[in-house]
């Protein structure tokens, strides 16, 4: 079965020490791979992609991500967090066979303290 | 870049009554559109696959008369739940699929979603 984990519901942070929040995969093939970030009452914002070439990607506000293909992870990373990071976060795939279906981890509350 | 507006943000309404939501894409044209439900503090649970001039694909154990799903052009899809009971209080969230001739390394487009209270 297709899958992606999410393994920390919840990750806790002090503003200015860096981050991540941590996804793993079991979908077939090469997926493409997103990270999407949610705030209270909003619907989903896209952060960033892996496609293919370099395993770490840069995104939207300071974010980057690193996939490893042979732990079938990717990982979202920010060196120095910011209490406006505090949200909701999602790791998504999108499976090769099928572009309109994507799978989502089951979403990571990270909280930045000042 | 791709906009997905999604009306009304917050709906209140009494046990009994039919409520609709509308997703429009703004700035381009969605063959595909997906209704997403999400509960308090857990993941999307995808509902359904909204293809215009079709009918809507429902994944398992979603009740087909009870979300009814209409894709009638290229930039709108309605999600309506019928008969609304205090167990459809959720939050509703619509997003946009790739559109003809996108690449398909283009990430999903949400809209804000919707705030459903049954009374």
């Known amino acids: 079965a297709q899958s992606v984990a999410q393994p920390e519901d919840q990750v806790n942070v002090a503003e200015g020490n860096p981050l991540t929040v941590k996804c793993t995969y079991s979908?077939?093939?090469?997926?493409?791979l997103f990270w999407y970030v949610q705030y209270p009452n909003r619907g989903l914002q896209f952060l960033l992609k892996y496609i293919t070439g370099d395993n770490l990607v840069k995104g939207s506000y300071g974010f980057e991500a690193e996939f490893n293909k042979s732990q079938t992870s990717f990982h979202l990373k920010k060196p120095s967090a910011l209490v406006s990071d505090s949200a909701l976060y999602f790791c998504?795939?999108?499976?090769?066979?099928?572009?309109?279906?994507?799978?989502f981890g089951s979403g990571t509350k990270l909280n930045v303290k000042p | 870049g791709a906009v997905v507006s999604q009306h009304p943000s917050w709906v209140i309404c009494k046990s009994g009554t039919s409520v609709k939501i509308e997703c429009r894409s703004l700035?381009?044209?969605?063959?595909?559109m997906f209704w997403y439900r999400q509960f308090p503090k857990q993941s999307l649970m995808l509902m359904a696959t909204?293809?215009?001039?079709?009918?809507?694909?429902?994944e398992q154990g979603v009740e087909k008369d009870k979300f009814l799903i209409n894709h009638a052009s290229l930039t709108l899809s309605t999600l309506t739940v019928t008969s609304a009971h205090p167990e459809d209080s959720s939050f509703y969230i619509c997003?946009?699929?790739?559109?003809?001739?996108?690449?398909?390394?283009?990430?999903?487009?949400f809209g804000d979603g919707t705030r459903l209270s049954i009374l």
């Open positions: 979908v077939s093939g090469n997926p493409y």
């Open positions: 909204s293809n215009e001039g079709s009918k809507a694909t429902y």
């Open positions: 700035d381009f044209q969605a063959t595909t």
């Open positions: 998504a795939v999108r499976p090769l066979y099928n572009f309109n279906k994507f799978y």
């Open positions: 997003s946009a699929g790739l559109e003809p001739g996108q690449g398909v390394d283009q990430p999903q487009h």
